[in-house]
């Protein structure tokens, strides 16, 4: 790990933007202030977050990849805006009169989006608790027992579009029984650059509410402690932590479910937005896929990380280059803004193989797995069914019906497949639109692989 120093102020040039119609509407300032947000935040994550793990990202490589497709009222905007870094901040001007959209870098915590208008240091510690674990060595290399031809033609064909047309992959590790069989990088990434694991992060979040409960410290069958709900009636006293990690809540909110731009993007705090969502449904009777049920999970499971930080279990388990951010406040935003190397999540993996033990000792209680591998909540529609913040490929041809996986936006993959000893990352940067099939590209691996 390295620390970042940045003295130099750089600009970012902005790409050409498509040319529009004389009729389309003068975009909205919430509009080009959540634009700014989101590359004020992902330029700052990505330029330091690399340089802090001892790889480079560039901001051209960002422009061409994580601002590629995204959101379709953020995209035609975004090209448009300028970014400018200096030391840990950067700063995207959006309003001829208004202040820019900054986002701050800490040592071992990442970036934070400020809220508009903020001038003041930011309210985070200026440097991450310092694990208490040391690191453990790297995974080891090493040939695949079974076909490497035909694992090799896999992994190529995740870079070439054979499992999506328009796809971006940009990494790809397997293990195979601990061992890394196969890895795969594209131009300017590798294995020291991190990415945003987006919902990939809410497995993250099950795992550091699994710890918490081998540690006695909380009960997933009792009653989520958010503070908001403690009044005599208010009828979300009953949602429980294990509802919430099953998107079960019944809670609504204000957009779809995976969309918390006001949080992500745009200043405000996970205290501020996400408790106040009122119920629509029975507790436990309905599926819904939602940010806010994972962030109050983490919410209330957050009086756990004064002793128990997530660095502390991302370097018991050798994830190094793992960050969790924060909102200004410093408060986790584990639904979505982790960030992470194909290595380190091949490890995250690791720990589930072996039943949530590493190196001789016990980190998630005894049928850990089987508890978030269970479909005891309702259930999506759909190719896959969902446990406990994993997703279930036990419907998916080929696969072994044990196999979990964590999902994320833009092509965020890790698939874990107990049955075979088998971790699968792919990480990516698809366009909207353009999804690659996981389903099939896990497949094919397992087939190259020996039984």
Same mark, same amino acid.
């Given at each position: 790990?390295?620390?970042?120093?940045?003295?130099?102020?750089?600009?970012?040039?902005?790409?050409?933007?498509?040319?529009?119609?004389?009729?389309? @509407?003068?975009?909205?300032? #919430?509009?080009?202030?959540?634009?700014?947000?989101?590359?004020?935040?992902?330029?700052?994550?990505?330029?330091?977050?690399?340089?802090?793990?001892?790889?480079?990202?560039?901001?051209?490589?960002?422009?061409?990849?994580?601002?590629?497709?995204? &959101?379709?009222?953020?995209?035609?905007?975004?090209?448009?805006?300028?970014?400018? $870094?200096?030391?840990?901040?950067?700063?995207?001007?959006?309003? #001829?009169?208004?202040?820019?959209?900054?986002?701050?870098? =800490?040592?071992?915590?990442?970036?934070?989006?400020?809220?508009?208008?903020?001038?003041?240091?930011?309210?985070?510690?200026?440097?991450?608790?310092?694990?208490?674990?040391?690191?453990?060595?790297?995974?080891?290399?090493?040939?695949? @027992?079974?076909?490497?031809?035909?694992?090799?033609?896999?992994?190529?064909?995740?870079?070439?579009?054979?499992?999506?047309?328009?796809?971006?992959?940009?990494?790809?590790?397997?293990?195979?029984?601990?061992?890394?069989?196969?890895?795969? &990088?594209?131009?300017?990434?590798?294995?020291?650059?991190?990415? =945003?694991?987006?919902?990939?992060?809410?497995?993250?979040?099950?795992?550091?509410?699994?710890?918490?409960?081998?540690?006695?410290?909380?009960?997933?069958?009792?009653?989520?402690?958010?503070?908001?709900?403690?009044?005599?009636?208010?009828?979300?006293?009953?949602?429980?932590?294990?509802?919430?990690?099953?998107?079960?809540?019944?809670?609504?909110?204000?957009?779809?479910?995976? =969309?918390?731009?006001?949080?992500?993007?745009?200043?405000?705090?996970?205290?501020?937005?996400?408790?106040?969502?009122?119920?629509?449904?029975?507790?436990?009777?309905?599926? %819904? &896929?939602?940010?806010?049920?994972?962030?109050?999970?983490?919410?209330?499971?957050?009086?756990?990380?004064?002793?128990?930080?997530?660095?502390?279990?991302?370097?018991?388990?050798?994830?190094?280059?793992?960050?969790?951010?924060?909102?200004?406040?410093?408060?986790?935003?584990?639904?979505?803004?982790?960030?992470?190397?194909?290595?380190?999540?091949?490890? $995250?993996?690791?720990?589930?193989?072996?039943?949530?033990?590493?190196?001789?000792?016990?980190?998630?209680? #005894?049928?850990?797995?089987?508890?978030?591998?269970?479909?005891?909540?309702?259930?999506?529609?759909?190719? /896959?069914?969902?446990?406990?913040? $994993?997703?279930?490929?036990? %419907?998916?041809?080929?696969?072994?019906?044990?196999?979990?996986?964590?999902?994320?936006?833009?092509?965020? &993959?890790?698939?874990?497949?107990?049955?075979?000893?088998?971790?699968?990352?792919?990480?990516? #940067?698809?366009?909207?639109?353009? %999804? /690659?099939?996981?389903? @099939?590209?896990? =497949?094919?691996?397992?087939?190259?692989?020996?039984?």
């Amino acid at each position: 790990m390295r620390t970042l120093i940045l003295a130099a102020t750089l600009a970012v040039a902005p790409l050409a933007a498509p040319a529009l119609a004389q009729t389309v @509407a003068p975009a909205s300032a #919430e509009a080009r202030a959540s634009a700014a947000g989101y590359k004020a935040l992902t330029l700052c994550s990505a330029v330091h977050n690399a340089t802090a793990a001892g790889g480079q990202r560039s901001p051209d490589s960002v422009d061409a990849n994580e601002f590629v497709g995204i &959101y379709p009222t953020l995209d035609p905007l975004i090209h448009d805006l300028t970014a400018t $870094f200096t030391g840990h901040r950067v700063s995207v001007a959006w309003d #001829e009169t208004g202040p820019p959209r900054v986002a701050v870098w =800490r040592p071992g915590g990442g970036c934070s989006i400020m809220p508009v208008g903020w001038t003041g240091p930011a309210g985070v510690p200026a440097t991450a608790p310092t694990p208490s674990v040391p690191p453990v060595a790297d995974l080891p290399s090493g040939p695949a @027992a079974g076909d490497a031809v035909a694992l090799a033609a896999a992994v190529t064909g995740a870079s070439d579009g054979r499992y999506g047309g328009g796809t971006n992959t940009t990494a790809v590790v397997v293990l195979q029984g601990g061992t890394i069989v196969s890895e795969s &990088y594209a131009p300017g990434f590798g294995p020291d650059v991190p990415q =945003r694991t987006w919902s990939v992060a809410k497995s993250l979040a099950g795992t550091l509410i699994g710890a918490a409960v081998q540690r006695g410290e909380v009960d997933v069958d009792a009653p989520a402690a958010i503070a908001n709900w403690q009044v005599d009636g208010d009828p979300r006293r009953v949602i429980t932590l294990d509802q919430l990690m099953r998107m079960a809540s019944g809670l609504t909110s204000d957009s779809a479910g995976n =969309r918390t731009d006001a949080l992500y993007f745009g200043g405000t705090t996970v205290e501020e937005q996400v408790p106040g969502w009122p119920l629509i449904a029975v507790p436990g009777a309905r599926f %819904r &896929y939602a940010n806010n049920d994972i962030l109050l999970a983490v919410l209330a499971i957050a009086p756990t990380f004064a002793a128990h930080p997530p660095a502390d279990l991302f370097a018991r388990l050798g994830m190094t280059d793992t960050v969790a951010e924060t909102d200004w406040r410093g408060h986790y935003i584990l639904s979505s803004q982790v960030w992470s190397t194909a290595r380190d999540l091949a490890r $995250f993996g690791r720990l589930y193989l072996n039943d949530g033990v590493h190196d001789g000792q016990r980190i998630l209680p #005894e049928g850990w797995l089987a508890h978030v591998s269970r479909p005891s909540g309702p259930q999506p529609e759909g190719d /896959f069914g969902y446990g406990a913040t $994993f997703w279930l490929m036990n %419907r998916s041809d080929g696969v072994p019906a044990d196999t979990i996986a964590a999902f994320g936006n833009r092509g965020q &993959y890790v698939v874990i497949v107990p049955a075979r000893n088998i971790v699968i990352v792919r990480r990516g #940067e698809d366009p909207t639109g353009n %999804r /690659f099939d996981m389903a @099939a590209f896990t =497949r094919d691996v397992l087939a190259a692989l020996d039984q």
